[in-house]
């Protein structure tokens, strides 16, 4: 099939997932076409089924808001004409969708249109009325739809009010870069990196620091953790809240044992160092670094929001706790680290789980089938 796929090409889940998901396409020999406004910053191999097409925007000072969603729109139908595809996968309802039906229009092609729901955009966008009817008309305007987890499917259909039929197709990572190959050896030059005892617990969580990722409550959480075993708190990104998370830091005297380690490109190093993955969300639809994290070997603990109990399972594969109750949360760690076997056992757990639920194998072979319905390729 030849495919078009338009996703945020920034630093984010979504843009990962659109990313890998064109990659494993072109290896099964699709004919995969990113159609973003930028190269996507995991796209670093080349292949000759992979085709970037960049669209251009334009800032011209005449135009207050640069046009983004009409000149992707636009690329995107120059694409479709020019390489007869016979279907375009749009992560985001809004705008991408919404690009991808005008961009229907103005290509006059029967091409079909999936579309993939990640979050943001239903748990945060769909509260905002201004809004509600362009989501809608993305999701309606899609032949096919799917989402992240159920619980953003079951979302979707209580805050945008459609009944448009939704799939979920979970997230998947890639397993032979993120596998507990050379756990050990990579850990220990970490620590050594990062003046860290060989002895110490690791704790660690990863995102964008925006409001919603409750690093707060982490930052609670470790704070007890610390008084009761040697541990410290690797924190990875940046974003709106890393000066407030830096002031609670201090407020708590742990500045010597948490290391805000800012963006950095080699993640998987941090997620093999750590014993521990939080992410204590408010809202989160999958939450794809815990998955990462989890295939590197570090057992997770995650809060009761959207589908992080769908990737964790309770008491089985790590520990979900109520959304900020972090005291909880460090009563979960704190057991976990000073029981051995324990903390062995769910490991053990943890990793067949996600190797047979989370499979890339199988995901990408969802998509393919969805694919194939639609073009009718099968
Ligand atoms: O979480 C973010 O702030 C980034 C956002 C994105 O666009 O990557 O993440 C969303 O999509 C990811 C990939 O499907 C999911 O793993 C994240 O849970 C989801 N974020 C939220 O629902 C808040």
């Known amino acids: 099939m030849k495919i078009g796929i338009t996703c945020y090409p920034s630093v984010g889940g979504s843009g990962i997932i659109a990313t ?28 000759p089924n992979i085709h970037i097409h960049q669209t251009d925007i334009n800032d011209y000072s005449v135009f207050k808001y640069p046009p983004y969603d009409i000149t992707l729109a636009s690329k995107i139908s120059e694409v479709i004409t020019e390489y007869d595809l016979d279907l375009i996968h ?13 961009a229907r229009q103005m290509s006059g092609r029967d091409v079909r249109i999936v579309t993939t729901l990640h979050g943001t955009d239903i748990t945060v ?27 953003l499917t079951r979302e979707t ?10 799939d979920t197709i979970y997230n998947f990572v890639e397993e032979s870069y993120f596998n507990m190959k050379d756990r050990e050896t990579i850990r220990l030059r970490m620590k050594e990196r990062y003046g860290i005892s060989e002895g110490t617990k690791v704790l660690m969580h990863t995102s964008n620091f925006r409001k919603i990722k409750r690093i707060d ?4 959480a ?47 190093s941090f997620y093999m160092m750590s014993d ?15 998955l990462e994290a989890m295939h590197c070997g570090s057992v997770p603990i995650g809060s009761a929001a959207g589908g992080i109990s769908e990737v964790i399972k309770d008491g089985e594969t790590g520990y979900i706790v109520d959304v900020g109750d972090y005291t909880a949360a460090a009563e979960n760690i704190i057991e976990l680290l000073t029981d051995g076997p324990l903390y ?35």
């Open 20 to 47: 890998e998901l064109g990659i494993q396409l072109a290896e099964k020999g699709h004919e995969v076409h990113f159609i973003t406004s930028n190269v996507p910053f995991r796209l670093n191999a080349s292949h």
């Open 90 to 102: 749009m992560h985001y309802a809004v705008p991408h969708a919404v690009c991808g039906i005008l």
């Open 125 to 151: 966008l769909g509260h905002d009325m201004s809004l509600v009817n362009a989501i809608r008309f993305g999701i309606e305007g899609s032949d096919a739809v799917t989402a992240v987890s159920d619980s």
């Open 157 to 166: 259909h209580e805050l945008i009010k459609t009944d448009k039929s939704i």
């Open 217 to 220: 409550d982490i930052v609670r």
């Open 222 to 268: 470790f704070s007890i953790v610390q008084k009761n075993l040697d541990s410290v708190l690797v924190l990875i990104g940046d974003g709106p809240e890393t000066n407030s998370v830096k002031q609670l830091v201090k407020e708590l005297g742990i500045e010597d044992s948490v290391i805000l380690a800012g963006q950095q490109s080699d993640v998987k």
């Open 276 to 290: 521990i993955f939080l992410l204590l969300s408010q809202k989160e639809s999958f939450g794809l670094a815990l």
């Open 344 to 378: 062995k056992t769910i490991q053990q757990q943890m990793l067949q789980d996600i190797n047979i639920r989370f499979h890339s194998d199988v995901i990408v072979r969802e998509y393919e089938a969805l694919y194939q319905k639609l073009v009718g390729d099968t």
